[in-house]
């Protein structure tokens, strides 16, 4: 399986990017993991004991329980920088600061972005 990374996006085979922070719908998680199963069936890197819708939806609630975690991430770091910026008014650039604090809060937490 190919995975490119490059300027927070994130290429997996042919038709299917991601954008770090996006959010996805239901149906795009169930897609972005029957791609990355298949890629795995076809690399000869996994063997199903279960059955493989039941493998699929177990791979969808990881995906879906990712992208809430880093969610759950953001408003703790928008939360941090709302007091950060009532304790500094004026010279508080939200901008630069929210990647600062959420890869610093990230790594204490020991959340792979």
């Not at 990712?66 to 969610?71: C, K, S, T």
């Not at 901008?95 to 959420?102: C, R």
Request: net charge positive; hydrophobic share 40%.
């Amino acid at each position: 399986m190919a995975f490119f990374l490059k300027n927070f996006s994130l290429t997996i085979g042919r038709g299917v990017r991601l954008v770090k922070g996006m959010k996805m719908t239901d149906k795009q998680m169930s897609r972005l993991a029957k791609v990355i199963l298949k890629k795995l069936e076809e690399q000869k890197q996994i063997t199903y004991k279960e059955n493989e819708d039941k493998v699929l939806s177990r791979a969808v609630e990881i995906i879906r329980a990712d992208f809430e975690r880093e969610r759950g991430l953001d408003e703790e770091v928008n939360k941090m920088m709302d007091d950060l910026e009532r304790q500094n008014p004026g010279s508080f650039q939200r901008f630069k600061m929210f990647p600062l604090l959420k890869k610093r809060l990230a790594k204490e937490k020991g959340i792979i972005l």
